[in-house]
């Protein structure tokens, strides 16, 4: 999302094109330019040779860009959604296996109990032709007599209750069984619907792209500038607003870990759903970043948002994750200086990017009960 949007086309083009354009500079602007054009818009668009600004205007390719802006926040949002969703059967599928384990557990302790049963029902049987009275009468022992007497009912009266019990914690478990199946197909069939839906996004998306790999590198390289003009003005007019506060701030230790773990992957690719050791989506980096500082934090961006401490801007410090679009559909790690590292979107790679290039929704601290470190050299 908040990387170039030309990476992957680049690498579509002709190879005298994809020579010519020079690599892509980082940040992305709003995108508000043509983000309702549908992708037919395009197919007929700035073909191969066409001068874009022949008349002075940059209107075809900002369509261009907004599209693709547009697009590539739906798609990570359909992406984030799917994660999201993946986590969650994960987790139901967890669950179903412990809860299966147990039922297991029981049956066992059940056929142990009826051994039990049938032993203490076979010695009452050997004794059954006597009554309680002859059998005293007859023993040498008539007070040893008694108390075995006594004992084996005891214990007959005691296997069965423990039965009933279990029987009944057996139709508990055979319930529970139930009900965490039906609860993994539930997610199961949410995760096809929503593997679906970023499927179709992908198609979509795939469609402009191709449009994208048609243009000449001069042509790329006008819509890299409208695309770092749009991003360095969105990043002025944050910095601008006084909202980070003012002065610099140090990072816990943990935080130091996760900013030094995501600047060893600069560089790795972004892939949908990854989370490592050498691809990444935007909240597999920043989730197995704190994970490696020792400090594991939810999945998914949105996850992230919803579950971790909240920081206000003018409080945030280098580790803190900056939470971007109304969706929380996009996450990124501060590290001070007003600039993130982040894995942007499929076709580009984990980078350095503004922190005001995308609009923010928000911060969260993974570790707000730590202190900041005493020295501190921001990360470039």
Same mark, same amino acid.
């Given at each position: 999302?908040?990387?170039?949007?030309?990476?992957?086309?680049?690498?579509?083009?002709?190879?005298?094109?994809?020579?010519?354009?020079?690599?892509?500079?980082?940040?992305?602007?709003?995108?508000?330019?043509?983000?309702?054009?549908?992708?037919?818009?395009?197919?007929?668009?700035?073909?191969?040779?066409?001068?874009?600004?022949?008349?002075?205007?940059?209107?075809?390719? &900002?369509?261009? !860009?907004? /599209? =693709?802006?547009?697009?590539?926040?739906? %798609?990570? @949002?359909?992406? +984030?959604?799917?994660? *999201?969703?993946?986590?969650?059967?994960?987790?139901?599928?967890?669950?179903?296996?412990?809860?299966?384990?147990?039922?297991?557990?029981?049956?066992?302790?059940?056929?142990?109990?009826?051994?039990?049963?049938?032993?203490?029902?076979?010695?009452?049987?050997?004794?059954?032709?006597?009554?309680?009275?002859?059998?005293?009468?007859?023993?040498?022992?008539?007070?040893?007599?008694?108390?075995?007497?006594?004992?084996i009912a005891k214990a007959a009266d005691s296997a069965a209750s423990?039965?009933?019990?279990?029987?009944?914690? &057996?139709?508990? !478990?055979? /319930? =529970?069984?139930?009900?965490?199946?039906? %609860?993994? @197909?539930?997610? +199961?069939?949410?995760? *096809?619907?929503?593997?679906?839906?970023?499927?179709?996004?992908?198609?979509?998306?795939?469609?402009?792209?191709?449009?994208?790999?048609?243009?000449?590198?001069?042509?790329?390289?006008?819509?890299?500038?409208?695309?770092?003009?749009?991003?360095?003005?969105?990043?002025?007019?944050?910095?601008?607003?006084?909202?980070?506060?003012?002065?610099?701030?140090?990072?816990?230790?943990?935080?130091?870990?996760?900013i030094a773990y995501a600047f060893r992957h600069l560089g790795d690719?972004?892939?949908?759903?990854?989370?490592?050791?050498?691809?990444?989506?935007?909240?597999?980096?920043?989730?197995?970043?704190? %994970?490696?500082?020792?400090?594991?934090?939810?999945?998914?961006?949105?996850?992230?948002?919803?579950?971790?401490?909240?920081?206000?801007?003018?409080?945030?410090?280098?580790?803190?994750?900056?939470?971007?679009?109304?969706?929380?559909?996009?996450?990124?790690?501060?590290?001070?200086?007003?600039?993130?590292v982040q894995a942007p979107r499929p076709g580009d790679r984990v980078?350095?990017?503004?922190?005001?290039?995308?609009?923010?929704?928000?911060?969260?601290?993974?570790?707000?009960?730590?202190?900041?470190?005493?020295?501190?050299?921001?990360?470039?």
């Open positions: 999302m908040c990387g170039a949007v030309l990476a992957a086309a680049a690498l579509a083009l002709p190879a005298q094109a994809a020579h010519a354009a020079p690599t892509p500079g980082p940040g992305s602007g709003s995108g508000s330019g043509g983000g309702q054009a549908s992708d037919s818009t395009f197919d007929h668009t700035l073909p191969p040779g066409a001068d874009s600004s022949a008349d002075g205007s940059d209107a075809p390719l &900002e369509a261009l !860009l907004g /599209r =693709l802006q547009s697009l590539y926040g739906e %798609a990570e @949002k359909a992406t +984030e959604g799917y994660n *999201r969703v993946n986590e969650k059967l994960r987790d139901q599928r967890k669950a179903l296996t412990e809860v299966t384990r147990r039922l297991e557990r029981q049956r066992e302790d059940m056929g142990e109990n009826r051994k039990q049963i049938g032993r203490l029902a076979r010695s009452q049987y050997r004794d059954g032709n006597l009554s309680d009275y002859s059998r005293l009468l007859l023993s040498p022992d008539p007070q040893t007599a008694l108390e075995r007497t006594h004992l423990l039965t009933k019990r279990l029987r009944e914690q &057996e139709k508990r !478990l055979d /319930r =529970l069984v139930d009900h965490r199946s039906d %609860a993994v @197909k539930d997610v +199961e069939k949410l995760a *096809r619907e929503q593997k679906s839906a970023r499927d179709k996004v992908k198609e979509r998306l795939d469609r402009v792209e191709k449009v994208v790999g048609s243009l000449t590198g001069a042509q790329l390289e006008e819509l890299r500038q409208l695309e770092e003009r749009g991003a360095s003005a969105s990043q002025a007019e944050f910095l601008h607003s006084g909202i980070l506060g003012t002065g610099s701030r140090r990072p816990s230790e943990a935080g130091q870990r996760a690719p972004y892939v949908w759903g990854a989370e490592g050791p050498r691809a990444f989506d935007c909240s597999g980096l920043t989730s197995q970043a704190w %994970a490696h500082a020792g400090r594991p934090v939810p999945r998914t961006s949105q996850e992230q948002w919803e579950r971790l401490p909240r920081v206000p801007l003018n409080q945030l410090r280098p580790g803190d994750l900056v939470i971007y679009f109304p969706g929380a559909t996009h996450v990124g790690m501060y590290i001070g200086n007003g600039m993130i980078k350095v990017s503004p922190v005001g290039s995308m609009p923010v929704l928000g911060a969260v601290r993974p570790d707000p009960e730590a202190e900041s470190v005493k020295n501190w050299s921001p990360k470039r």
